[in-house]
């Protein structure tokens, strides 16, 4: 599975951004999807992950209730809707299909294929 993360940018604190994560296989729906972020200096961190049909959805503290996951299997896509943005948000964002799906979804290891990664930086 080839993933494709894209629709990062350069916003100001307050602002919104939706990332877009799609992939290259009609078989799409049989992952979970999740995304991590990774600041210069730090590891790389959950930030939120959905279910296979997207009925279950997992948010790290840092980001609930301003971060919201969706997907659309029918275009092989997942979304990432973020909104108040601080600096804090500023990281490189992958998206990761999750094939084995055994519950873990916070760890990176769970994950089998990963995208390229989209930079999010939050500055004014």
């Known amino acids: 599975v080839q993933l494709q993360a894209s629709g990062g940018g350069l916003v100001q604190p307050g602002g919104s951004l939706r990332l877009s994560c799609t992939a290259s296989e009609n078989t799409f729906s049989r992952y979970g999807v999740g995304w991590f972020r990774q600041a210069p200096g730090k590891e790389r961190e959950f930030v939120v992950a959905i279910s296979r049909k997207g009925g279950t959805t997992y948010y790290a503290d840092s980001v609930k209730g301003r971060f919201t996951i969706s997907r659309d299997n029918a275009k092989n896509t997942v979304y990432l809707q973020m909104n108040s943005l601080s600096p804090e948000d500023t990281a490189v964002y992958y998206c990761?299909?999750?094939?084995?799906?055994?519950?873990?979804?916070?760890?990176?290891?769970?994950?089998?294929?990963w995208g390229q990664g989209t930079q999010v930086t939050v500055s004014s």
């Open positions: 990761a299909a999750d094939v084995k799906y055994t519950g873990t979804y916070y760890s990176p290891y769970e994950y089998d294929y």
